[in-house]
């Protein structure tokens, strides 16, 4: 069972917009320092929508190689065809996955199917694999999922037990999806940057899937909460609010990579076009904010 905090992998380019390895590997050694239980790869926050097919493969084996089963990783497999998201993921659980992460199967504004055939997706991605499937339950999607569907899920579909809840009143569908899934559900996590995390934990949250950049910052809330100091938690996630809603209503997925270049981690904090680059001014209110923290990623390259 996967508990902890899974911060997602940001994606690493070049001024020019080609894949830079070298800073890949660097963000991912510097993730498992500040203390990351595990880490996803090819999420929304790791620009996965800009992705060829043939990076996405050389991403998962060359982060997969490198990590050497330090922590376990987590692979984004999403795609609307579910041929396509079976052979993802079966390709990503024989580099040596832990689990893949699956939104329900949805393109653009409008295009969705059933609950249905949203049941049938993920039933047959489970009959291919043999590692846990984490639905990823956010608004992107568009696809309205209840707290009943997902327990059904879990309930009826092997290897389906992993829950990231980042819809509005997360807190009130978490704490109903573990009421109806009951030991079914292994893994209700927290996500969103980690801007309900303690409503989530309270919840009965027991992972969380936040950005990258200071997962040290995010495992002094839930090490504490776990531990049953309820005050010390509460206290730390005080302390580290302005920084979670920097990167959660300000910066967004750039957030870590401006942290990570701040910090000498990587080379290069560019998104790919035509994904803007931060303002100035939102990057010098990040690192502003985090600097009053003294986050690791700031030091970690220096």
């Not at 493969?57 to 396509?84: D, N, Q, Y």
């Not at 329900?104 to 249905?116: D, K, L, N, Q, S």
């Not at 059904?152 to 978490?174: D, G, N, S, V």
Request: glycine residues 8%; negative net charge.
């Amino acid at each position: 069972m996967y508990r902890g905090v899974f911060p997602v992998a940001p994606t690493t380019f070049t001024a020019s917009g080609e894949l830079d390895l070298a800073s890949q590997k660097r963000c991912i050694d510097f993730m498992i320092d500040a203390g990351s239980n595990g880490i996803c790869i090819l999420a929304n926050f790791s620009e996965q929508f800009l992705l060829a097919d043939d990076e996405r493969e050389l991403l998962t084996r060359t982060i997969l190689e490198h990590v050497a089963g330090r922590v376990p990783v987590i692979v984004t497999t999403t795609h609307f065809s579910t041929r396509v998201c079976i052979a993802r993921s079966r390709r990503a659980q024989e580099m040596g996955a832990a689990m893949v992460m699956v939104m329900p199967p949805y393109h653009g504004a409008t295009i969705r199917v059933p609950e249905a055939q949203t049941f049938e997706f993920f039933a047959a991605l489970s009959n291919a694999l043999t590692i846990p499937i984490m639905v990823q339950d956010a608004p992107v999607s568009g696809t309205p999922l209840s707290a009943a569907f997902l327990a059904r899920m879990a309930t009826e579909i092997e290897h389906l037990a992993y829950f990231k809840i980042e819809t509005p009143f997360a807190a009130a569908k978490l704490r109903e999806l573990i009421r109806l899934g009951g030991d079914a559900i292994e893994g209700p996590w927290d996500g969103e940057e980690a801007i309900t995390l303690l409503p989530d934990l309270d919840a009965g949250a027991t992972g969380a899937m936040t950005g990258g950049g200071y997962p040290d910052g995010i495992r002094r809330i839930v090490d504490a909460f776990a531990a049953g100091r309820r005050e010390e938690a509460i206290s730390e996630y005080q302390r580290w609010l302005p920084l979670i809603n920097c990167e959660n209503r300000q910066g967004g997925l750039l957030s870590a990579k401006a942290l990570m270049q701040e910090g000498g981690v990587i080379t290069c904090e560019a998104p790919r076009h035509p994904f803007p680059a931060m303002h100035p001014a939102t990057r010098a209110g990040l690192i502003e904010t985090a600097r009053r923290l003294d986050p690791l990623v700031l030091r970690w390259g220096r």
